[in-house]
């Protein structure tokens, strides 16, 4: 099928994704034409999924029937004991549980705000959280409450352990009728935070389902694209969480589109590991995981990978950069379908949907590219006087569309330097747009100025991690009086394997031009710090911040 026929097929009139013009906030937009107008219309469709299981954790297993008679009664009782109601804020502080699910799906029901306080957090964090967004409820359970110290945390407190069960008890109810706005705020995620202090990007029903209907579309247009059946994989959808509910990977894909899509979600509590992932994948014949950060490799180079039967696996994906070329191998080799099984999304928690997309044959082709920008969003190059540039230049993403975060949660400047005229939004990354496709250099904050000369730490990682004796490595800069920067390269060897520094660098200067390769090294052992999006947190490496609760 060509890309015209395929596009048509989706998007043209008629089609499941039908495109049209609308004002969103003030701004002509493309929409979606059919879509959901709240989540509380997305929750009710998954009615027709029935008797499927939706969430399996530990011991619990959750119907989609289930699931919705637990909502209804948790959104009653949330309603009529704790007064919550349209735009009240419920912060919600606890590792990935049916409970957490439970009462977010029951406060964006009520119209409410669910406040994603991060899991990781230390005590100054967590207070730091809640003294922004000031919610009326918290949910939340003993370990991380226990970090309070026995103090207040100054709302009424659900503790999980102890007060839930009661929320989830008596007669099946209906879910709440109030009107809600697609416009309406639904949620505050928190940045993740790798310098300064988070900020909560507030986002809107229509956000979150726009999430969803990207995620969707692109889906179904890449199956068309390549001339696959709907369903490539006969066995049931099935999904394996290994990351948490307050991150965009855990919530929209995890919770949210599964919801929509009535896939099967598996979910794990606690630090990773990956014996219990592998556990999981054979027993529960997961089809899709997305392995962030280093979970992928540390599962797909297992030494005992061979005890485990993984042939269920179909979808093997990641997001915010690009996968190491290593790692790209390695999922060719294990997958049952190859290249098949490669995909990676773009976007943040600002951008709320997924921004570009790559995946299969094309992911294969172009493995340093996030792929082709995604029907609905607008995409920009631009300088730093912020004149489009451009194919081929270099310069910060900024891009548009009906979902963008309504802005910061009570921090209008950060807002303004985020999100311009016309709704344009500021993405703070480094990147080109080459032959429709998006390439991702760095994170402004991120880039190395050395000599006057633009050094993107991506490129150099790319290249060590490339070494067969690397697991990871991190690139940054470091001072220096007379060029200003110097580069500066974090690298965990394999295990068993000991590279010297001088070996590292002549690998580096094979590819890279001189001035690209590190003159500072430090190989450890410990793996590096990681955040909940599976992030390297380089001011940890850089001495900035401490990292406490980074790898929890």
């Not at 993403?397 to 309504?406: D, E």
């Amino acid at each position: 099928m060509t890309p015209d026929q395929a596009y048509s097929q989706v998007y043209g009139p008629g089609s499941p994704f039908e495109l049209s013009e609308e004002s969103v906030l003030g701004e002509t937009m493309s929409v979606f034409k059919q879509r959901p107008r709240s989540l509380r219309e997305v929750l009710s469709a998954s009615a027709a999924h029935g008797d499927k299981e939706y969430i399996v954790h530990g011991d619990r297993r959750i119907t989609y029937a289930e699931h919705l008679e637990l909502v209804a009664r948790v959104a009653q009782k949330l309603r009529d004991q704790h007064g919550v109601g349209a735009g009240d804020r419920v912060a919600i502080l606890a590792a990935n549980c049916p409970e957490w699910i439970l009462s977010y799906w029951a406060v964006v029901s009520l119209g409410g705000i669910v406040v994603a306080l991060n899991g990781w957090w230390t005590r100054d964090e967590i207070e730091y959280g809640l003294s922004l967004a000031e919610p009326t409820l918290l949910i939340a359970d003993e370990r991380r409450l226990a970090r309070l110290e026995g103090d207040d945390p100054g709302m009424p407190t659900i503790v999980i352990e102890e007060d839930f069960a009661a929320l989830e008890a008596g007669d099946t109810g209906n879910l709440p009728e109030q009107p809600i706005d697609e416009d309406d705020p639904a949620l505050i995620l928190f940045t993740s935070g790798t310098t300064g202090r988070p900020k909560g990007a507030l986002i809107s029903h229509r956000g979150l389902i726009g999430f969803i209907q990207v995620t969707q579309a692109a889906g179904f247009y890449g199956l068309l694209l390549r001339g696959a059946p709907p369903n490539p994989n006969p066995l049931p959808m099935c999904a394996l969480l290994t990351v948490p509910l307050f991150h965009v990977s855990g919530l929209f894909a995890g919770c949210m589109l599964n919801l929509a899509l009535g896939a099967k979600t598996v979910w794990r509590s606690g630090k990773f590991d990956p014996d219990d992932a592998l556990r999981l994948i054979e027993s529960e014949r997961v089809t899709q995981w997305a392995g962030l950060g280093s979970m992928g490799p540390r599962v797909l180079n297992h030494p005992d990978l061979a005890k485990y039967d993984i042939s269920s696996l179909s979808n093997l994906g990641g997001g915010g950069a690009p996968m190491s070329p290593a790692y790209l191998k390695r999922v060719t080799e294990v997958a049952t379908n190859g290249a098949g099984a490669l995909s990676i999304g773009y976007g943040s928690s600002e951008s709320v949907a997924v921004i570009a997309t790559n995946g299969g044959e094309e992911m294969a082709k172009h493995p340093d590219s996030t792929g082709r920008v995604n029907v609905t969003f607008e995409l920009e190059i631009r300088d730093a006087s912020e004149t489009p540039l451009p194919d081929g230049s270099e310069g910060e993403i900024h891009v548009r569309s009906p979902y963008s975060m309504i802005g910061y949660w009570r921090n209008p400047e950060a807002t303004e330097k985020a999100l311009k005229p016309g709704r344009w939004l500021a993405t703070g990354d480094i990147g080109k747009l080459v032959e429709g496709r998006l390439y991702i250099n760095s994170r402004a904050r991120d880039m190395i100025l050395r000599a006057a000369e633009n050094i993107y730490p991506i490129e150099i990682e790319a290249r060590l991690e490339r070494h067969p004796d690397v697991r990871e490595a991190a690139v940054i800069g470091v001072d220096h009086p007379e060029l200003g920067q110097e580069v500066k390269a974090v690298v965990v060897p394999e295990t068993g394997a000991s590279p010297t520094t001088e070996t590292l660098a002549a690998w580096c200067g094979e590819t890279l031009a001189s001035f690209k390769v590190p003159s500072h090294w430090d190989v450890r052992t410990a793996p590096l710090p990681r955040n909940a999006a599976g992030k390297i947190v380089k001011t940890v490496l850089t001495g900035e911040s401490s990292g406490v609760g980074i790898d929890e």
